[in-house]
């Protein structure tokens, strides 16, 4: 027969693993949002152009910001190491890349499954020329793609 004082000593330890299992995902799950906010936050401030949101936010069931910033060189993705990581199922680990060029700047698929677009025009094989106001989408998302880089004046 089974000693009730011993299964209850082995419940008590079981339930502080728990607890402990428990807040520590907590935490986890508090510092990746801390970071991935931190990284948002900077992409934004450093930006030579960026992302407007088209769709509305509330319309999907994973994050999604208003807008993202566009460096020089700017991959989206569903992948941690992208510069603009959305978690959209639609979107591939590395889904496209927007770069600057001789001051113009481009678009380019990375391969993704459901395509990128520029306007209603899928990009294929080289990177296309995007102007500000330019309607780019990605795997369901739809941006606005606003400059704010001056190109310098030719003398």
Known sequence: MINIELILFFL??????????FISSVIRLIYLDITDTSRYLSTVEEAYAYLKLINLKEAFSFKV????GIGESTTIGRKRNCDIRISCPY????????FLYNNKFYVEDLGSTNGTFVGKHQVLEKPVRIKDGDK???GGLSFLFVEVFEEPEEE
């Open 136 to 138: 780019l989408s990605f």
């Open 65 to 68: 910001y208003e807008s993202y």
């Open 12 to 21: 008590k330890y079981f339930f502080v693993i728990l607890t402990f299992l």
């Open 91 to 98: 979107l591939s680990k590395m889904h496209a890349r927007i």
